[in-house]
Structure formats: C-alpha cells, structure tokens
C-alpha cells in the first residue's frame, strides 16, 4: 500500500503563484507514475500533469502547458507541481495520485490510478 499526501494549496490571486507537495510513504518503490488531477465542483476529475519517476519524462493537460511545472526528488519520496500565472479556472481541489502504469504520453484517466492523496484546495480569484 501506498499513501499519499498533499500540502500546499491555498487562496492567491490571478497571476500568483502556488507550490503543491506531495509526500509517498509505505510501499513507496511499487508505482512508477505520480500525477496531480484536480476536480472543480460540479466538474469531472481532470488531469493536469503526471511524471514517471524513473525516467523523470513529463506530461501536462494543455491547460496549463507552460505554467505549471511537475517534479520529483526521489530521496525525500516527494512529488512537487509548481502552479505559475494562475487563472481563476484553475480553481479546484488538487489530488495527488500514483500508478505502476505503462508509458504513456498522456496524464491520463483516473480510474488509472491506484494510489490517492485526501487532496488540498486551490482558490484563484479575479
């Protein structure tokens, strides 16, 4: 079993700038993928980036190409997504999420994942 935990959302402004961690523990060796997706109300669960923790290749919804940037330290068992130039629609509950998972150009769906995280709020206001 993996468990997962997110920290680091909050309330900014449009065009500020938040940090979002995500912190393994347990059989933190089994997945290969971690990924954040994020829900809005009244919304499906979307993903917004995801990285293979071997190789370090990342992907990203095109909504956020360019501003959020997904990484990894794999000694602290750490997932971090730093979200850039915010925009109100960015406004959802943030998930972390883990797979062991065939490579794949895509964040992909959720029902692809095994592992999730209790999620963390982020609020963009205008």
């Known amino acids: 079993q993996v468990q997962l935990k997110e920290s680091g959302g909050g309330s900014v402004q449009a065009g500020g700038s938040l940090r979002l961690s995500c912190v393994a523990s347990g059989d933190t060796d089994s997945p290969n993928c971690v990924a954040w997706f994020r829900q809005a109300p009244g919304k499906e669960r979307e993903g917004v980036a995801a990285?293979?923790?071997?190789?370090?290749?990342?992907h990203y919804d095109d909504s956020v190409k360019g501003r959020f940037l997904i990484s990894r330290d794999s000694g602290k068992h750490t997932v971090s997504l730093q979200m850039n130039s915010l925009k109100p629609e960015d406004t959802a509950m943030y998930y972390c999420?883990?797979?062991?998972?065939?490579?794949?150009?895509?964040?992909?769906?959720?029902?692809?994942?095994?592992?999730w995280g209790q999620g963390t709020q982020v609020t963009v206001s205008s």
């Open positions: 990285i293979y923790l071997g190789g370090g290749s990342t």
């Open positions: 999420a883990a797979a062991q998972r065939y490579y794949s150009a895509t964040v992909g769906r959720p029902n692809e994942y095994h592992y």
